[in-house]
C-alpha cells in the first residue's frame, strides 16, 4: 500500500510544474510510473494474476499449437497475448506492467481527447484526473489482466466513433477483436450496436430503450446461459465463466456499496450532461466549440454510458460482475464530466458548479479510502 500512496503523492507534488500544453506528458510520465509499480508485484495463490504466472511459465515450454488447443478456442487473442509475452520475456512481471500501460494509456488519452475537445482548463483536467484516479482500481487492473484492457480500449474507441465519428469501421473491428479478447465486453458492445440503429430517433424513444435495452442484454444472457451448457464453444464458456461469477463470495458488503454509489453517481453526472445538452439542442447553441456535430455525438455517448449503467444495475445479483463493470463506466466518464465542468463556465450554469465539486471531492475521498483500506492494503511488491 505504501507504494502506491507514495507513487501518487509523488505525482501530485510535481502536477504544478506542468502546464495545459505539457499535460499530456504528465499523464503519460504517470502511466509509465504506474506499469513500472506493476512490473513488481507478487501476488498470492487467490489471485488471477497468479494463475497468469503459470500459464505464462507453462508457455515458454510448449508450442503455439499446443497452447492453442489447451487454451485458445474462445478467447485466440488473449492467447496471443499471454504466448507472445511469454516468449518475449522470461519475467512473469511484463504481464501486469504492460496491461497497466495499456489501460493506464488508453483512459488517459481519452480524458486528454475530452479536455482538447472541450478546451478545459488545466484545473478542470486536474479535476477529472483526481475523479478517475480516486475511482479506477490500480490493483484490480493488475490482477485482471484482460477485461481492464478490453474497458480501457473499447470506451476510447467509443468515443472516437460516437463523438468523433471517425474511422467507424476501424472501431468496429476493435470492438469485434475485443469480444475475442474477454467475453465480458460483449454486453456493452451489444449496447453500441444497439445504439447504432436508435441514435436518431427521437428522445422519447431512447429513454423507452433505458428499460428494453437492458431487459434485451438480460435475456440474451439467459438464452446463452442455456445454449450454452450444451457447448464447448465460446457460448459454453460465457455460461460457466458466468455462473461461476454468480457463485462468488470473495467480497463483503463495502465492495458492494461502494460498486453502487459510483454507479448512482454516474448516472447523476450523465442526468446533469443530458439535460445540458438537451437545453443547448433547443436554443440550436453553437459557440465554437460545441456545434451540432459534436452535440449529437455526446448526446449518444451519454446514452451509451446511460444504458450500460442500468444494465450492471439488472445484473446485481452477479457480484463480480457489479464489481468489475463499473469501471468500464468510470473510464469513459470522463467525457460528461469534462463537458460538464466546460459548461459551468456559462452563467447559466455556473450555479451547480460549487455542488458538482463538492460531490466529486467528496465521493472521490471517500472511494479512495475505501481503495486504502480494503483493496491496496493487500497489494504487495517485491524490489
Known amino acids: 500500500m505504501l507504494c502506491i500512496v507514495l507513487l501518487f503523492f509523488g505525482f501530485a507534488v510535481i502536477n504544478p510544474i506542468f502546464n495545459k500544453k505539457t499535460y499530456k506528458i504528465y499523464l503519460l510520465l504517470f502511466a509509465v510510473a504506474l506499469a513500472c509499480l506493476a512490473w513488481f508485484t507478487k501476488p498470492d495463490y487467490t489471485m488471477d494474476l ?18 492453442y488447443s489447451y487454451y485458445g478456442a474462445s478467447n485466440p487473442l488473449t492467447l ?34 475530452a479536455a482538447m475537445r472541450f478546451d478545459s482548463t488545466k484545473k478542470e483536467m486536474n479535476m477529472a484526473l483526481l475523479f478517475f484516479m480516486a475511482n479506477f482500481n490500480y490493483f484490480y487492473v493488475i490482477d485482471n489482466t484482460r477485461i481492464y484492457i478490453c474497458f480501457a480500449v473499447l470506451a476510447y474507441f467509443m468515443y472516437v466513433d460516437i463523438v468523433e465519428k471517425k474511422h467507424r469501421i476501424f472501431c468496429f473491428l476493435v470492438y469485434a477483436a ?19 440503429f436508435i441514435k436518431k430517433m427521437s428522445p422519447i ?28 464453444g465460446l457460448l459454453g464458456t460465457v455460461e460457466k465463466k458466468v455462473s461461476g461469477y454468480s457463485d462468488y463470495e470473495v467480497f463483503g458488503i463495502w465492495q458492494f ?25 433547443k436554443k440550436k447553441n453553437t459557440d465554437g466549440i460545441l456545434g451540432n456535430r459534436l452535440l449529437n ?12 449503467t ?20 468510470q473510464i469513459a466518464l470522463s467525457v460528461p464530466l469534462l463537458f460538464l465542468l466546460y459548461r459551468f ?30 483493496v491496496y492494503n493487500n497489494a504487495q511488491f517485491v524490489f
Open 310 to 329: 442500468v444494465t450492471i444495475f439488472l445484473f446485481a445479483s452477479n457480484y463480480q460482475f457489479v464489481l468489475r463493470t463499473p469501471n468500464f463506466i
Open 50 to 67: 497468479y494463475r497468469a504466472y503459470g500459464q505464462l511459465d507453462l508457455f515458454r515450454q510448449i508450442s503455439f499449437g499446443k497452447a
Open 178 to 196: 475485443l469480444c475475442y479478447f474477454h467475453y465480458g465486453i460483449l454486453p456493452f458492445v451489444l449496447i453500441r450496436i444497439v445504439l447504432l
Open 80 to 113: 496471443v497475448y499471454y504466448y507472445a509475452l511469454a516468449r518475449i520475456c522470461p519475467e512473469n512481471g511484463l504481464l501486469p506492467a504492460l496491461t497497466v500501460f495499456i489501460v493506464y494509456g488508453f483512459s488517459f488519452a481519452l480524458l486528454y481527447k
Open 257 to 281: 456499496s461502494m460498486s453502487i454509489i459510483r454507479l448512482v453517481l454516474a448516472l447523476v453526472i450523465m442526468l446533469l450532461s443530458m439535460t445540458i445538452t438537451e437545453s443547448l439542442f
Open 205 to 232: 424513444v431512447k429513454k423507452a430503450f433505458i428499460v428494453i435495452l437492458p431487459v434485451l442484454i438480460f435475456a440474451a444472457n439467459k438464452i446463452a446461459l442455456a445454449l450454452g451448457s450444451a457447448s464447448d
Open 345 to 374: 463556465r456559462n452563467p447559466v450554469n455556473k450555479n451547480l458548479k460549487p455542488y458538482t465539486y463538492i460531490l466529486l471531492l467528496a465521493e472521490s475521498v471517500i472511494h479512495f479510502a475505501y481503495l486504502l483500506l480494503y
Open 297 to 308: 455525438g455526446m448526446y449518444n455517448y451519454d446514452w451509451m454510458i446511460v444504458y450500460s
